[in-house]
């Protein structure tokens, strides 16, 4: 099962900031993400989607691929790649895998204007080192949703406030 995460910042920098280490940590093999999203909210009436993966342009390459392959078996590859790119770019802008779209969009509307939040979908995690690792990029941040338990939700509102608890370090041999 994995859990939700959103935290909502005064501005936009701090989002991608936050995401980017994120996507740091899991090259290390320290948390594993379902789907990662900046919202921002560059004007009053405008809410922004970031996503990690671009579906559309995905779906278009992949069905680029599968249209040339099928055209090559009907002698007419270019119009297969064509219809291919378009059928692969239709599902990707169609498909909504991870955080709901819409979900985010009304959650974005709690933003302030220059402000910015980041939804991130946790399948896997070692709480005690990727909480000490984004203390740095959390600081002036604030819950939006968790599906945390109650310990979890605690743990990070104190690594928010800058007053994460350190790992504990092995007694002295004697």
């Known amino acids: 099962m ?6 909502a ?23 594993e993400l379902a789907d990662a ?3 921002t909210r560059p004007t009053a009436e405008n809410v922004q989607l970031h996503q990690a993966v671009n579906l559309t342009a995905t779906g278009a390459i992949g069905g680029g691929f599968w249209g040339t392959l099928v055209g090559l078996l009907f002698l007419n590859p270019l119009l297969g790649a064509a219809v291919g790119a378009g059928a ?11 955080i709901n779209d819409n979900f985010m969009r009304e959650a974005g509307q709690a933003l302030q204007p220059g402000g910015s939040a980041v939804f991130v979908l946790v399948r896997k995690m070692t709480p005690d080192k ?21 310990a979890d939700e605690d743990k990070l509102r104190e690594a928010m406030a800058g007053h994460a608890n350190p790992v504990a370090e092995p007694p002295a041999a004697s």
Not at 2 to 7: E, H, Q, T
């Open 37 to 39: 999203v900046v919202v």
């Open 130 to 150: 990727v909480l000490a690792g984004l203390e740095p990029y959390l600081q002036g941040g604030r819950v939006l949703k968790t599906s945390l338990s109650t």
């Open 9 to 31: 910042f005064d501005n936009e920098p701090a989002g991608f900031e936050l995401r980017t280490q994120l996507v740091k940590m899991q090259q290390e093999y320290l948390i």
């Open 2 to 7: 994995a859990d939700l995460v959103a935290i």
């Open 88 to 98: 692969g770019a239709l599902a990707g802008k169609l498909s909504d895998i991870g």
